[in-house]
């Protein structure tokens, strides 16, 4: 790689590199995900991938919420106790974009008042991938984890199916 060639990690959760990783698949130039602020994708022909941009960064996850498989690109970005966190919007559940736990709002005595609340991990329940920009190219190398996360379970072709078959059909136009 040339020294004019830009290349820059843009995951929060991991340093710089001076190479694309190993096995890494092509998502889409940055300029358009800026512009759109996410973007889907079928990666490896087996993940459905979230990749979304916000306040300068660049973060990629398994796209259907770990809950119910609610379609996390429609969910609003929010900060819970200093955390960015995208919010399903089926259900309003809150995972973190930098390390994909699950945060609820614990209350310590419930019979106290008033209620003292404060957020809490539930630990990952989100797959959380690495993104990796090179020359204004965006690429996502899958989390390759071993260790069964919740999300896990919306990324089987049997859901993906079943998903598509419930969807409403269009009615033929006269």
Known sequence: MSSEEEHSQTSSSSPPSSSLPPVSHFIGKKDNI?????????VNGCRDVLVLYHQGQLHAMDMRCYHSGGALQYGDIEEFNGRLCIVCPWHK????????????????DPTSKPLRKHWRSK????RIHKVTEVNGNVYVTLNDSNEAIESDVYQTERYRTGLLEAQPKPTPQK
């Open 34 to 42: 800026v512009k759109a602020g996410r973007m889907t994708k079928m």
């Open 93 to 108: 559940y809150k995972i973190t974009l930098a390390e994909g736990e699950g945060l609820y709002q614990a209350v310590d």
């Open 123 to 126: 630990g990952v329940k989100q």
